[in-house]
């Protein structure tokens, strides 16, 4: 679908008493994510910028700039503090960036529950809940610092947490969403249960979350740890037998293959063996008994770092911020021809699909495995370390991880489909023609809405692109 021609001073100008920023450098910060942890996806989004951004206070003020928007055809893309991967936040057809900063309040904390606006901080929410009332959220990304929960819910799947509770979008990890709509006049719509799926990881190309609310579960004072191994089958074997054991409460498994620690993990890299393998775990305290002696069962497993009783003379940190996209990061500060992959390895025996990956790839792609929960299984998925040399090579890595049954959600596209699972979601379509008639919600990542013929053989280039100047 063509956009229509927009009129970006006449939305500035109706916009000027609200919190505007229409300085060039910091519009331009205010337009970027982390797509640059894929060298395809800067080769092809690196110049792109908005035309201004606006920072709402309220919902009021979310739905006069959209109703403004609308009214002069001006896209409007929607971030927090832009740690997405994927280019979910790049205002592809410029406009106005949305940014949710201002609204970051904890609303209500309940038993079991908590009210939040969309530009609350991760930590911040976190602290919140356990101050308030010994609670935690669930699970969170690797960026909790800087990364916010309304990025969270419309761009990422799971996190730290995911190894006891699933992904965000398995029930009752989202309780409830209150979205506005992208219209001549926007309409305020709250979403429970099966409707929670129109908008969540949607990127917010179908309506803006302007408040969540997300369910708790008791806090625990988390024990981080590294263990060693030295080979990375019995470390794979450890992390899928310890998510397995239901009675030890753990927040984190993952493991890594060597020499992920050894080349990229600098304060852990001085305590771990050549071509030993690593597991990091977060234990709640009142599991550390029945962790010990599931432990003593692998001979070869050696707890080299607790965060309880370290002697470490350089503190590593949360041990979450080795995990999940943080390794890609750690390792891009080593060496920055490293990229990665998302691949699901699944919850039906996935360990022999993981080792036939390492068969065929390692060194050049080497694994990194969070262990989680789909389907109340234990599964397992990869944020595998990627040597990158073309990009040709690139595809042809993924196209044989598909050959072999390993589903790779692609982090070097910028669209919900070929980043998913390389077909149409009719649920967000439909609700996108019906909250987003123009199209203005963040064009260009929803391939459907722009051609619905499209056959997924070649990379999506969204024709209304700005070029570089």
Known sequence: MTLPTPDIAGAKAALSHLD??????????KSRDFFWYSPVLKARLDHVTADFVVAPRTEAEVIE??????????PVTT???GTGNYGQAMPLA???ILHMHNMNLVKEIHPGRVIVEPGCLLKDLDAACKDHSGQEIRMFSSTWSTATIGGFVAGGSGGVGSVRWGSLRDLGNILRLRVVTMEEEPRVLEFTGEALHRVSHAYGTNGIITELEMPLAPASDWVGMFLTFDDFPAALDYGYGLAA????????VTVFEAPIAQDYFQRVAPHVKPGQAVVALMVAPHALDGFATFTARHPGAEVIYRSDQSEWARDPGHVFEYAWNHT????LKVDPSITYLQVGYGNADPIPLVEKMRADFSPEVLQHIEVTRMGGRVAMGGLSLVKFTTEERLDEIVKLHE???AMVFNPHRYT???????????VQLAFKREADPKGLLNPGKMITWDEPEFAYDAVYAYKGLRAAE
């Open 94 to 96: 410029g406009g106005c």
């Open 79 to 81: 971030r927090g503090t």
């Open 245 to 252: 054991e239901d009675g030890i409460l753990v927040k984190l």
């Open 20 to 29: 505007l920023d229409e300085n060039p450098v910091s519009v331009k910060a």
């Open 403 to 405: 050959a072999a049954g």
């Open 328 to 331: 890609t990061l750690r390792a």
């Open 65 to 74: 700039v959209l109703r403004v928007c609308y009214a002069h055809n001006v």
């Open 416 to 426: 919900l489909e070929e980043g998913g699972r390389q077909s149409v979601d009719d």
